[in-house]
């Protein structure tokens, strides 16, 4: 049996191919490799998908966080708020700017930061709140802007992979006073390397942020700020444009392939299968179909042996990881815990077949027949 891909980006390519194609003649046409004009022309459609004043693409998801704290001036001596259930890159941020992580708990169905956890980690040194949007989902986000609004907190969403997603009468991303997000391959909205953007409604801010991204400069080679080099590649801009106008119709089918997926599967709920569970009041663009299984390795295992991939997001908490043991403050994280021992993801994409998927959920009732 042939291995079905996790995700299928070369489908996708397929799908837009002379558009991106003809994009990237024009790219090196002009020769304007970093920061060309197609940066611009993306950077004014992300504003309009998410209905936000600025957008700023950027080197990298991680840069655009980088980035946000350095604008809104954290640094040593200040706290961030961020969940103990993420990729490192929540936390990573924040060290790399001299402040220090502090880890709260999650909600165990959605697998985002639990409100209730920040409020009994807030002190005089927090400064902000990072709520990440985990495998497509939005935060409790007006419970969190109520809360930073009561302690003059900021709130910088991580939209990484849950950009777009809508909730209530807004769309993930800018949802808090910045949003970051990070367009790497795998993402819902990817580029063809490395990639991300920072969105605000604030237009000093914006500013800030536009200078920083480009060695703090105000004007050629007139360096108001220290800055990083977080400039992003006109080629990515040039991929990225017809990829964008794609993106609805993206978001809605693998909405579709979710929905079958629970459909399909919930006669196993019986057996310790938890399905995703998304709020009433929101959205997923299901960045990834992650499940709970009994027994991971043992399942995992079943659905290798039939070439269905599977991975693993995130096999252990960041308080886990060696590095950070000692640059942290951390509460008790028992479900962040819970969740990197049993949590596991499916194939999910757009350009997915009824046929792919029902491979995946044809193992998945022999692993437990």
Not at 6 to 12: G, M, N, T, V, Y
Request: aromatic share 8%; proline share 6%; with cysteine.
């Amino acid at each position: 049996m042939a291995q079905i891909p996790f995700i299928d980006l070369k489908a996708q390519y397929l799908a837009l191919k002379p558009q991106i194609d003809a994009n990237i003649q024009k790219v090196l046409d002009h020769g304007q490799f970093i920061m060309g004009p197609e940066v611009e022309a993306l950077e004014q459609g992300l504003a309009d998908y998410l209905g936000c004043r600025y957008a700023l693409a950027c080197s990298s998801g991680t840069d655009a966080a980088i980035i946000a704290m350095m604008a809104l001036g954290i640094g040593p001596g200040d706290e961030v708020i961020i969940p103990g259930f993420s990729f490192i890159a929540t936390a990573e941020t924040v060290v790399l700017v001299g402040a220090t992580p502090v880890l709260v708990d999650i909600e165990p169905r959605s697998y985002n930061i639990n409100v209730n956890e920040i409020a009994k980690a807030i002190t005089e040194r927090t400064r902000a709140i990072v709520p990440v949007g985990l495998y497509g989902q939005p935060a409790d986000m007006d419970e969190i802007n109520d809360l930073a609004q009561k302690h003059n907190l900021y709130v910088i969403e991580d939209a990484a992979q849950s950009f777009g997603a809508p909730y209530k009468s807004g769309k993930s991303g800018a949802l808090g006073q910045v949003g970051c997000t990070s367009f790497f391959p795998a993402k819902p909205l990817g580029c063809y390397g490395d990639g991300g953007a920072i969105f605000t409604e604030d237009e000093a801010l914006a500013e800030a942020m536009r200078e920083i991204r480009v060695h703090g400069q105000k004007s050629r080679y007139f360096h108001t700020r220290i800055g990083v080099n977080g400039r992003f590649d006109t080629l990515q801009a040039a991929v990225m444009l017809p990829k964008l106008e794609r993106f609805g119709w993206e978001v809605e089918q693998r909405q579709k392939w979710a929905q079958r997926y629970s459909e399909q599967l919930e006669p196993l709920t019986d057996k310790g299968f938890v399905l995703p569970w998304v709020a009433s009041d929101r959205s997923s663009v299901w960045a990834q179909y992650t499940l709970r299984v009994p027994d991971r390795q043992a399942f995992q295992k079943t659905l290798s042996e039939q070439s269905i991939p599977t991975s693993i997001h995130y096999p252990s908490t960041m308080a886990e990881q060696p590095a950070y043991v000692e640059k942290i403050r951390c509460l008790p994280l028992p479900e962040s815990e819970k969740a990197s021992r049993e949590v596991i993801s499916l194939p999910i994409y757009p350009d997915m077949s009824e046929d792919i998927q029902d491979q995946v959920i044809q193992a998945i009732f022999k692993h437990f027949s």
